[in-house]
């Protein structure tokens, strides 16, 4: 259930564009951030990265806030939308950010592929 909460509020998230009211989030600054253009946004979780599950290639373990993505340094930070990531992991597909979401445990897959969104790079 927690999963699929997280999936459609991520989903929501990213199709509505940042928020504004009570909670500030992070926007990237012109000076800091370099656009890498439109990139394909998919989520991924344990139960889908078989055989490492909450490994990554970085060596961490996978939280929410990490995401798999090819050609750039591992610790990068990304912005999709005005929501800061961390490259931890690698993806099987370039011109891909795979998001890591949190799994309910029940062994479920609920990934998705969410759409194509501009992604920044600091």
């Known amino acids: 259930m ?7 509020l991520l989903a929501a ?14 926007t990237p600054d012109a000076d800091t951030w370099r656009s890498l253009g439109k990139w394909r946004i998919t989520t ?5 990265n078989e055989p490492i599950g909450r490994e ?4 961490k373990r996978l939280k929410y806030g990490y995401v798999a993505m090819n050609n750039v340094p591992m610790g990068s930070e990304i912005s999709i939308e005005g929501e800061t990531f961390t490259v931890a992991d690698r993806c099987g597909i370039d011109d891909t ?7 309910e445990g029940d062994g479920i897959c609920r990934c998705d592929v969410l759409d194509y969104k501009e992604v920044k790079i600091k």
């Open 2 to 8: 927690i999963k699929t909460v997280a999936s459609l």
């Open 13 to 26: 998230m990213l199709a509505a564009g940042p928020t504004t009211g009570a909670v500030k989030e992070k």
């Open 44 to 48: 991924y979780c344990a139960e889908c």
């Open 56 to 59: 990554s290639a970085s060596g």
């Open 97 to 103: 950010v795979d998001i890591f979401i949190p799994d």
